[in-house]
């Protein structure tokens, strides 16, 4: 056991609130839409302005995830990516940058199936910063939360619409490296946040809690980035992400093609989220 | 794996939802506080004799319970062996033991002043059962379906629609139940504060496998008072076919204790348990986490779900109640597995002998029957659960033994 949590993430959004703005978390799925092409986006992420990643691992079934989300893992476990991939791809890209945090996401049962312990260590390794795992809440601390944080990773919870005060401090409990504010009860991609809501919401867990607060679910746009960055410590944006690979493969369009569009968005959200100055 | 043998196997889930290692509340955390509220609900109405009292009197009236318990025998006589009876649930309203869950639930639903209804369905028969118990009370109801499924099972389709349900096909994934599970999970987690999501059979999060085992232990609690009516005793065995597990749960749960009573669950073995196509989740799967529970699961070394196949749309889910994987393991209830083939060939023998067309899942429990009712002696006394009546299966059916019809 590792007394020790990683602290890539603290680092880096202490760097950000030092700075005065917001962190930009992109999502993609490892693998999608192939191994390669994946590394290849996943490296330039950083140099496009992400300053936190969210890797997704891909599974069969992501129940709290939209269409998007969904053929981005149907596609990229056709081209036969699995848990080992996944880690071998954080591996190669944590060869080449030492800052910047790598947060897997994803669903319980690819891992369980690794095994925990096995998994846990082989993440640390790789390279892996922090683990946000859909179908955990604290109820099910034991499987997995408590043995991530011994071994040093951090696990981010998500905080939603429907936790209420009862809740939260549940929920709180043993966060750690920030908190993911989930905008709208639903699933990833779908209708765009009340940005009056969520700010009532994050300064409602700001609270109760010390860690920075990202936010989720429906941002697409950089316009939509600066009003959420405006309010919370980070963007999530995903399946507007993801989308773009998708658009690349229906036109057959070259690896170097889908990543100059990705990278492209990522750049445009970037300017979006340094418009906004700080959230704090 | 084989625990030490608790006191009772009636006492479970713990207050986790827990049997043994299986179950658990493995859900996004927009679900959870929902799922904790329909648990106290839950409770709450167990509890409360004027929910009983409107439930049995819907079920008595309604749903036609309790159901026979009918001695088969012809098929006695021409297996041999055991003296047969079957629980005739396929004679309840809308043919098959999924409406005793669905009343169970949409009083609870009116209880907790929910507005709209969904549902996930494989064969359409508890999809049938939700619409029909929405359409009684007057709720708007969303049952999510495979279109793989639609396909196959056009009547019940049809039949959902006329009640007022709205049918979604479902093209995610490999679009058959668990799709449409993921389907209904994803509605329920967009619409928490005015939804009741009706899950058909003894998974999913708790409190739903004990909820759903509860509803439809009306099975074994009718089946224990018929029995011993009519032959002054308990069965010997108890034989049903399993799925998700409700109609077998059902019939098992309240003979769990009676240690001297054979317990047997046939999952659907498709081509063989030995070929990559079956829905054997404890014959051929190993546990996982699917669906907010843990429970045998059919999968692949990286933990990604493989689809269950089998000639019945209703068995071929790649899980199992979180309840049965711990039966399984306890060596409480033996699980075997029938083919496709021989599940055709009991619906045609049950046709014939006895006068019901049996749907094809119960089909697959009567052909591990003819299998072992020959070798008991006459005085064994046997239970088969006949869950479900094969109208809907005709069109299928014809079309595996070559006939063509037009539909």
């Known amino acids: 056991m590792n007394a020790n949590p990683t602290t890539r993430l603290k680092i880096r959004f202490d760097k950000l609130r030092d700075e005065g703005r917001a962190a930009l978390v992109t999502f993609l799925t490892a693998g999608d839409p192939d191994y390669a092409t994946s590394l290849k986006i996943l490296k330039q992420l950083p140099t496009a302005g992400a300053d936190v990643i969210e890797f997704g691992m891909p599974f069969t079934d992501p129940m709290a995830d939209g269409p998007a989300i969904q053929a981005s893992s149907q596609r990229a476990l056709k081209a036969g990516q699995n848990m080992i991939k996944t880690l071998q791809m954080v591996r190669d890209f944590r060869a080449g940058d030492h800052d910047t945090p790598i947060v897997l996401m994803g669903y319980y049962n690819p891992i369980y199936c690794y095994g925990v312990d096995r998994f846990l260590a082989d993440a640390l390794e790789a390279g892996v910063d922090g683990l946000i795992v859909v179908d955990l809440p604290p109820e099910t601390d034991d499987e997995l939360c408590l043995p991530a944080l011994d071994a040093g990773i951090n696990f981010i919870r998500l905080a939603t619409p429907t936790t209420d005060d009862k809740r939260l401090p549940a929920v709180l409990a043993n966060t750690s490296g920030f908190v993911y504010y989930v905008s709208i009860a639903g699933i990833t991609g779908a209708g765009a946040p009340d940005t009056e809501k969520v700010k009532v919401q994050v300064e409602r867990i700001k609270a109760k809690t010390d860690l920075p607060i990202a936010v989720g679910f429906g941002v697409r746009t950089p316009d939509q980035a600066q009003a959420i960055a405006a309010i919370a410590d980070g963007v999530v944006v995903g399946s507007a992400l993801v989308n773009l690979i998708r658009d690349g493969i229906e036109v057959d369009a070259a690896a170097d093609s889908i990543s100059a569009n990705v990278t492209g968005l990522v750049s445009d959200l970037a300017e979006g989220i340094r418009a906004a100055g700080s959230g704090n | ?407």
């Open chain 2, 1 to 407: 794996m084989t625990a030490n043998a608790p006191n009772s196997y009636r006492t479970g889930p713990d207050e986790r939802g827990l049997f043994g290692i299986y179950g658990g509340r493995f859900v996004a955390e927009t679900l959870m506080p929902l799922i904790l509220s329909l648990e106290e609900a839950y409770e709450t109405a167990k509890a409360d004799p004027e929910y009983r009292r409107e439930l049995d009197g819907l079920l008595d009236h309604y749903v036609g319970r309790p159901s026979p318990l009918y001695f088969a025998e012809r098929l006695t006589e021409h297996f041999g062996g055991a003296k047969i009876y079957f629980k005739r649930d396929e004679l309840n309203h809308t043919g098959s033991h999924k409406i005793n869950n669905c009343m169970g639930q949409i009083l609870l639903a009116r209880r907790m002043g929910k507005e709209r209804i969904i549902a996930e369905t494989g064969a359409g028969q508890h999809g049938v059962a939700v619409a029909t118990v929405a359409a009684r009370f007057g709720l708007p109801c969303v049952v999510y379906m495979g279109e793989t499924d639609i396909e196959r099972q056009k009547p019940n389709v049809f039949r959902m629609k006329l009640l007022g349900a709205e049918v979604v096909p479902v093209t995610s994934g490999s679009g058959t139940l668990k799709d449409a599970m993921n389907e209904a999970l994803r509605d329920w987690v967009t619409n928490v504060e005015s939804t009741f999501y009706i899950i058909g059979t003894v998974a999913g999060p708790h409190p739903y496998p004990a909820m759903v085992r509860d509803f439809q232990s009306v099975i074994g609690n009718e089946t224990r008072e018929q029995m011993m009516r009519a032959e002054g005793r308990l069965p010997d065995s108890l034989v049903a076919c399993i799925g998700g597990g409700s109609n077998a749960m059902g019939l098992f749960h309240p003979f769990l204790d009676d240690k001297d009573v054979e317990i047997i669950g046939v999952e659907a073995g498709g081509l063989g348990v030995d070929t990559p196509d079956h829905a054997a989740s404890l014959n051929g799967g190993r546990p996982g986490v699917l669906h907010g529970n843990r429970t045998y699961l059919l999968q692949d070394d990286d933990g990604q779900i493989i689809e269950g196949h089998s000639i019945s749309a209703g068995l071929d889910y790649p899980g199992i109640g979180p309840e049965h994987s711990w039966l399984r393991d306890s060596g409480r209830v033996t699980y075997v597995s029938a083919t496709d083939s021989e599940a055709l060939d009991a619906f045609q023998l049950c046709t014939k002998l006895e006068g019901i067309i049996p749907a094809l899942e119960p089909s697959h429990a009567l052909a591990y029957v003819s299998k072992i009712a020959p070798d008991r002696p006459g005085d064994h006394l046997m239970v088969m659960n006949m869950c479900g009546r094969g109208d809907k299966d005709v069109f299928a059916v014809a079309g595996h033994l070559g006939v063509e019809m037009s539909e």
